[in-house]
């Protein structure tokens, strides 16, 4: 496993942008998949974005496609998520996670959570 801090939220309104971080420790950062999910109050956790192992490959949940970015810094061992083009519904608490080189959209593929960061977004 890693250990992933992140860090990045706050309160933005809508149209804005935020750039959320994730520092892992751990010397498997550069095989692991990582990604970000999220949760809002009262809602399940859901996918928001995954970029595999070596970088060259990332997936999007629908409603991040076009507005978010994902990405990684190997020399820093950290993974980013730019935001923009914020809306109130993309308010939620941001989780970053690692999982298996081969690791989707699910959860339960993650096995490395970090704390999760607050976004507000107000309108």
């Known amino acids: 496993q890693v250990q992933l801090v992140e860090s990045g939220g706050g309160l933005v309104q809508a149209g804005g942008s935020l750039r959320l971080s994730c520092a892992a420790s751990?010397?498997?950062?550069?095989?692991?998949?990582m990604a970000w999910f999220r949760q809002a109050p009262g809602k399940e956790r859901e996918f928001v974005a995954r970029?595999?192992?070596?970088?060259?490959?990332?997936y999007y949940a629908d409603s991040a496609k076009g507005r978010f970015t994902i990405s990684r810094e190997y020399s820093k061992n950290t993974v980013y998520l730019q935001m923009n083009s914020l809306k109130p519904e993309d308010t939620a608490v941001y989780y970053c996670?690692?999982?298996?080189?081969?690791?989707?959209?699910?959860?339960?593929?993650?096995?490395?959570w970090g704390q999760g960061t607050q976004v507000t977004v107000s309108s």
């Open positions: 996670a690692a999982g298996r080189s081969g690791s989707g959209g699910e959860w339960y593929e993650y096995d490395s």
């Open positions: 751990g010397r498997s950062f550069s095989s692991r998949a």
């Open positions: 970029i595999n192992w070596s970088g060259g490959s990332t």
